[in-house]
Protein backbone atom coordinates (compact mmCIF):
# COMPACT_ATOMS: atom_id res chain seq x y z
CA UNK A 1 0.00 0.00 0.00
CA UNK A 2 2.97 2.34 0.76
CA UNK A 3 4.60 1.69 -2.80
CA UNK A 4 0.92 2.58 -4.19
CA UNK A 5 0.36 5.49 -2.31
CA UNK A 6 4.04 6.40 -3.61
CA UNK A 7 3.30 6.03 -7.20
CA UNK A 8 0.39 7.48 -7.64
CA UNK A 9 1.41 10.30 -5.68
CA UNK A 10 2.95 13.11 -8.03
CA UNK A 11 6.10 15.31 -6.71
CA UNK A 12 4.80 18.71 -5.98
CA UNK A 13 8.22 19.95 -7.57
CA UNK A 14 6.80 18.78 -10.80
CA UNK A 15 4.81 20.04 -13.78
CA UNK A 16 4.08 18.88 -17.04
CA UNK A 17 5.48 21.63 -19.85
CA UNK A 18 2.42 22.56 -22.29
CA UNK A 19 3.44 20.90 -26.09
CA UNK A 20 3.59 23.29 -29.08
CA UNK A 21 1.38 22.99 -31.37
CA UNK A 22 3.05 21.65 -34.50
CA UNK A 23 2.37 23.04 -37.72
CA UNK A 24 0.85 20.87 -40.21
CA UNK A 25 1.82 20.14 -43.62
CA UNK A 26 -0.35 22.56 -45.53
CA UNK A 27 -0.30 25.14 -43.04
CA UNK A 28 1.95 27.55 -44.60
CA UNK A 29 2.19 30.37 -42.91
CA UNK A 30 3.01 28.99 -39.29
CA UNK A 31 6.53 27.58 -41.06
CA UNK A 32 8.73 30.60 -40.30
CA UNK A 33 10.90 30.00 -43.40
CA UNK A 34 7.64 30.98 -45.22
CA UNK A 35 6.64 33.55 -43.62
CA UNK A 36 10.64 35.34 -44.47
CA UNK A 37 10.12 34.19 -48.15
CA UNK A 38 6.59 35.66 -48.27
CA UNK A 39 8.23 38.77 -46.68
CA UNK A 40 10.73 39.41 -48.74
CA UNK A 41 8.85 38.79 -51.90
CA UNK A 42 6.51 41.23 -50.81
CA UNK A 43 9.01 43.54 -49.64
CA UNK A 44 10.75 43.57 -53.58
CA UNK A 45 7.33 43.87 -54.54
CA UNK A 46 6.23 46.90 -52.71
CA UNK A 47 9.03 48.78 -51.52
CA UNK A 48 9.59 51.07 -54.80
CA UNK A 49 5.98 52.13 -54.23
CA UNK A 50 6.71 52.81 -51.04
CA UNK A 51 9.97 55.12 -51.46
CA UNK A 52 8.49 56.80 -54.27
CA UNK A 53 5.42 57.76 -52.10
CA UNK A 54 7.36 58.53 -49.17
CA UNK A 55 10.00 61.07 -51.65
CA UNK A 56 6.75 62.41 -53.05
CA UNK A 57 6.70 64.44 -49.71
CA UNK A 58 10.33 65.56 -49.74
CA UNK A 59 11.32 68.78 -50.15
CA UNK A 60 13.76 68.80 -52.52
CA UNK A 61 14.59 69.60 -56.23
CA UNK A 62 16.82 67.21 -56.62
CA UNK A 63 14.67 63.56 -55.25
CA UNK A 64 17.44 62.01 -54.08
CA UNK A 65 18.36 63.77 -50.32
CA UNK A 66 15.46 64.08 -48.25
CA UNK A 67 15.15 67.43 -46.79
CA UNK A 68 12.35 68.33 -45.17
CA UNK A 69 8.36 67.00 -45.38
CA UNK A 70 6.10 69.45 -47.50
CA UNK A 71 2.98 69.30 -49.58
CA UNK A 72 3.83 71.74 -51.79
CA UNK A 73 4.59 69.51 -54.66
CA UNK A 74 1.30 67.61 -54.03
CA UNK A 75 -0.23 71.60 -54.45
CA UNK A 76 1.48 71.88 -57.79
CA UNK A 77 0.25 68.67 -59.03
CA UNK A 78 -3.04 69.43 -58.27
CA UNK A 79 -2.83 73.09 -59.73
CA UNK A 80 -0.97 72.00 -62.96
CA UNK A 81 -3.80 72.24 -65.97
CA UNK A 82 -2.37 70.02 -68.18
CA UNK A 83 -1.43 67.59 -65.43
CA UNK A 84 -5.34 67.69 -64.43
CA UNK A 85 -6.78 67.53 -67.85
CA UNK A 86 -4.78 64.02 -68.69
CA UNK A 87 -5.84 62.80 -65.36
CA UNK A 88 -9.52 63.73 -66.99
CA UNK A 89 -9.13 62.09 -70.57
CA UNK A 90 -7.17 58.49 -68.59
CA UNK A 91 -10.46 58.22 -65.89
CA UNK A 92 -13.03 59.09 -69.18
CA UNK A 93 -11.14 56.80 -71.52
CA UNK A 94 -10.67 53.91 -68.38
CA UNK A 95 -14.52 54.21 -67.46
CA UNK A 96 -15.50 53.76 -71.39
CA UNK A 97 -12.99 51.35 -71.79
CA UNK A 98 -14.58 49.17 -68.90
CA UNK A 99 -18.46 49.32 -69.65
CA UNK A 100 -17.83 48.28 -73.54
CA UNK A 101 -15.56 45.43 -72.46
CA UNK A 102 -17.43 44.40 -69.87
CA UNK A 103 -20.82 43.86 -72.46
CA UNK A 104 -17.77 42.39 -75.06
CA UNK A 105 -16.18 40.07 -73.22
CA UNK A 106 -19.79 38.90 -71.35
CA UNK A 107 -21.08 37.91 -74.26
CA UNK A 108 -18.15 36.72 -76.23
CA UNK A 109 -17.71 34.36 -72.86
CA UNK A 110 -21.64 33.07 -73.15
CA UNK A 111 -21.00 32.66 -76.78
CA UNK A 112 -18.07 30.24 -76.78
CA UNK A 113 -18.87 28.74 -73.47
CA UNK A 114 -22.50 27.99 -74.55
CA UNK A 115 -22.53 27.48 -78.55
CA UNK A 116 -21.07 25.16 -81.05
CA UNK A 117 -20.47 26.50 -84.25
CA UNK A 118 -17.69 25.77 -86.87
CA UNK A 119 -14.40 28.12 -87.13
CA UNK A 120 -14.62 28.36 -83.13
CA UNK A 121 -11.11 27.16 -82.68
CA UNK A 122 -10.15 29.85 -84.52
CA UNK A 123 -12.44 32.54 -83.04
CA UNK A 124 -10.60 31.19 -79.25
CA UNK A 125 -7.37 31.65 -80.87
CA UNK A 126 -7.92 34.94 -82.26
CA UNK A 127 -9.25 36.51 -79.00
CA UNK A 128 -6.42 35.63 -77.16
CA UNK A 129 -4.04 37.69 -79.39
CA UNK A 130 -4.42 40.57 -77.70
CA UNK A 131 -3.06 39.00 -74.70
CA UNK A 132 -0.08 37.31 -75.95
CA UNK A 133 1.12 39.76 -78.70
CA UNK A 134 4.06 41.76 -77.38
CA UNK A 135 2.48 44.97 -76.66
CA UNK A 136 4.70 47.47 -78.41
CA UNK A 137 3.64 45.23 -81.63
CA UNK A 138 -0.24 45.74 -80.60
CA UNK A 139 0.40 49.78 -80.45
CA UNK A 140 2.57 50.21 -83.78
CA UNK A 141 -0.63 47.79 -85.08
CA UNK A 142 -2.95 50.41 -84.44
CA UNK A 143 -1.32 53.50 -85.19
CA UNK A 144 -0.96 52.07 -89.00
CA UNK A 145 -4.82 51.45 -88.72
CA UNK A 146 -6.28 54.96 -87.77
CA UNK A 147 -3.34 56.52 -90.09
CA UNK A 148 -4.56 53.87 -93.19
CA UNK A 149 -7.72 52.10 -92.45
CA UNK A 150 -9.61 53.97 -90.03
CA UNK A 151 -8.25 57.57 -89.31
CA UNK A 152 -10.31 58.94 -86.50
CA UNK A 153 -11.39 62.61 -87.38
CA UNK A 154 -9.48 65.55 -85.47
CA UNK A 155 -10.59 68.59 -83.85
CA UNK A 156 -13.48 66.59 -82.46
CA UNK A 157 -14.95 67.88 -79.22
CA UNK A 158 -14.39 66.53 -76.06
CA UNK A 159 -14.80 63.33 -74.99
CA UNK A 160 -15.39 62.24 -78.80
CA UNK A 161 -11.28 63.18 -79.61
CA UNK A 162 -10.33 59.75 -77.36
CA UNK A 163 -12.49 57.59 -79.54
CA UNK A 164 -9.27 56.28 -81.28
CA UNK A 165 -7.86 55.92 -77.79
CA UNK A 166 -10.73 53.67 -76.18
CA UNK A 167 -11.35 51.75 -79.35
CA UNK A 168 -7.91 50.99 -78.86
CA UNK A 169 -7.78 50.18 -75.45
CA UNK A 170 -11.23 47.64 -75.59
CA UNK A 171 -9.47 45.97 -78.18
CA UNK A 172 -7.09 44.32 -75.46
CA UNK A 173 -9.50 45.10 -72.55
CA UNK A 174 -12.44 42.71 -73.46
CA UNK A 175 -10.43 39.25 -74.31
CA UNK A 176 -9.18 39.56 -70.36
CA UNK A 177 -12.78 40.59 -69.53
CA UNK A 178 -13.79 37.40 -71.52
CA UNK A 179 -11.08 35.04 -70.10
CA UNK A 180 -12.49 35.79 -66.47
CA UNK A 181 -15.92 35.03 -67.35
CA UNK A 182 -15.73 31.71 -69.12
CA UNK A 183 -13.34 30.77 -66.38
CA UNK A 184 -16.70 31.71 -63.80
CA UNK A 185 -19.09 30.61 -66.18
CA UNK A 186 -17.11 26.71 -66.20
CA UNK A 187 -18.79 26.12 -62.72
CA UNK A 188 -22.69 26.84 -63.84
CA UNK A 189 -24.94 23.86 -63.60
CA UNK A 190 -27.18 24.27 -66.63
CA UNK A 191 -29.82 22.16 -65.01
CA UNK A 192 -30.77 25.91 -63.50
CA UNK A 193 -31.68 27.43 -66.97
CA UNK A 194 -33.87 24.60 -67.55
CA UNK A 195 -35.62 24.89 -64.42
CA UNK A 196 -36.31 28.14 -64.94
CA UNK A 197 -37.34 28.09 -68.15
CA UNK A 198 -39.82 24.97 -67.24
CA UNK A 199 -41.34 27.82 -64.75
CA UNK A 200 -41.98 29.55 -67.78
CA UNK A 201 -39.05 31.94 -67.62
CA UNK A 202 -38.37 33.48 -71.06
CA UNK A 203 -34.72 33.05 -72.66
CA UNK A 204 -33.81 36.90 -72.07
CA UNK A 205 -35.41 36.16 -68.02
CA UNK A 206 -33.40 33.11 -67.84
CA UNK A 207 -30.01 34.95 -68.92
CA UNK A 208 -30.85 37.74 -66.86
CA UNK A 209 -31.89 36.06 -63.26
CA UNK A 210 -30.17 33.04 -63.41
CA UNK A 211 -26.73 33.55 -65.49
CA UNK A 212 -25.91 36.95 -64.99
CA UNK A 213 -26.18 36.77 -60.66
CA UNK A 214 -23.40 33.38 -60.89
CA UNK A 215 -21.62 35.70 -63.28
CA UNK A 216 -21.27 38.50 -61.05
CA UNK A 217 -18.20 37.53 -59.33
CA UNK A 218 -16.26 37.16 -62.83
CA UNK A 219 -17.87 40.45 -64.14
CA UNK A 220 -16.38 42.64 -61.06
CA UNK A 221 -12.82 40.91 -61.92
CA UNK A 222 -13.36 41.42 -65.43
CA UNK A 223 -14.02 45.02 -64.86
CA UNK A 224 -11.36 45.70 -62.78
CA UNK A 225 -8.69 44.46 -64.79
CA UNK A 226 -10.73 45.74 -67.46
CA UNK A 227 -10.19 49.75 -65.76
CA UNK A 228 -6.34 49.13 -64.09
CA UNK A 229 -5.46 47.73 -67.91
CA UNK A 230 -6.97 51.01 -69.11
CA UNK A 231 -5.54 53.27 -66.71
CA UNK A 232 -2.37 52.85 -66.61
CA UNK A 233 -1.64 51.68 -70.09
CA UNK A 234 1.29 53.73 -71.57
CA UNK A 235 2.85 51.52 -75.01
CA UNK A 236 -0.52 51.61 -76.67
CA UNK A 237 -1.78 54.95 -75.82
CA UNK A 238 1.82 56.62 -76.82
CA UNK A 239 1.30 55.04 -80.58
CA UNK A 240 -2.73 56.02 -80.63
CA UNK A 241 -2.10 59.85 -78.69
CA UNK A 242 -2.86 63.07 -80.27
CA UNK A 243 -1.48 66.67 -79.09
CA UNK A 244 -4.69 67.04 -77.48
CA UNK A 245 -5.30 63.49 -76.10
CA UNK A 246 -2.58 63.16 -74.43
CA UNK A 247 -3.11 60.86 -70.72
CA UNK A 248 -1.82 60.36 -67.05
CA UNK A 249 0.48 57.89 -67.84
CA UNK A 250 1.96 59.85 -71.48
CA UNK A 251 2.32 63.25 -69.33
CA UNK A 252 4.09 61.15 -66.31
CA UNK A 253 6.27 60.18 -68.75
CA UNK A 254 6.81 63.34 -71.01
CA UNK A 255 7.61 65.25 -67.21
CA UNK A 256 9.67 62.38 -66.49
CA UNK A 257 12.44 63.24 -69.44
CA UNK A 258 13.28 66.32 -67.80
CA UNK A 259 13.86 65.58 -64.32
CA UNK A 260 12.62 62.71 -61.78
CA UNK A 261 10.87 65.71 -59.53
CA UNK A 262 8.59 65.27 -56.33
CA UNK A 263 6.06 66.67 -58.62
CA UNK A 264 6.25 63.59 -60.90
CA UNK A 265 6.44 61.42 -57.57
CA UNK A 266 3.15 63.50 -56.16
CA UNK A 267 1.48 62.59 -59.82
CA UNK A 268 2.32 58.57 -59.86
CA UNK A 269 1.28 58.47 -55.90
CA UNK A 270 -2.16 59.98 -56.61
CA UNK A 271 -2.34 57.10 -59.33
CA UNK A 272 -1.72 54.22 -57.13
CA UNK A 273 -4.06 55.65 -54.34
CA UNK A 274 -6.95 56.01 -56.98
CA UNK A 275 -6.14 52.47 -58.54
CA UNK A 276 -5.79 51.03 -55.05
CA UNK A 277 -9.37 52.86 -54.25
CA UNK A 278 -11.14 51.40 -57.11
CA UNK A 279 -9.82 48.01 -56.45
CA UNK A 280 -10.90 47.89 -52.78
CA UNK A 281 -14.13 49.49 -53.68
CA UNK A 282 -14.79 46.47 -56.63
CA UNK A 283 -13.71 43.69 -53.91
CA UNK A 284 -15.60 44.94 -51.75
CA UNK A 285 -19.04 44.66 -53.96
CA UNK A 286 -17.62 41.39 -54.86
CA UNK A 287 -17.53 40.07 -51.51
CA UNK A 288 -21.01 42.07 -50.70
CA UNK A 289 -23.17 39.54 -51.25
CA UNK A 290 -27.17 39.54 -50.77
CA UNK A 291 -28.10 37.42 -47.51
CA UNK A 292 -30.57 35.38 -49.12
CA UNK A 293 -27.74 34.12 -51.78
CA UNK A 294 -25.74 33.46 -49.04
CA UNK A 295 -28.56 31.44 -47.17
Known sequence: MADQALISTPSPGLSK?????????LEYMRQWPLRVIVG???????????????????????????????FKY?????????????????????????????????????????????GKTVVEGSMALPIVVPEICMGVAMLVFFARVFPWPSGLPWPLNLGAITIAHISFAFP??????????????????????????????????VLVPHMQPGLI???LLAFTLSLDDFVITFFTAGPDTVTFPVKVYSMLRFSVTPEVNAASTIL??????????????QNNEPKDKKA
Open 74 to 118: YAKAFNNESLAQAFVNSLTIAFLCTVISVILGALAAVMLWRFKFP
Open 17 to 25: KPVKDKPGP
Open 176 to 209: FVATVVRARLASFNRELEEAAKDLGASEWRTFWD
Open 40 to 70: ATLLFLYLPLITLMVFSFNDSRRNIVWQGFT
Open 272 to 285: IVVTVILTAVGLQM
Open 221 to 223: AGA
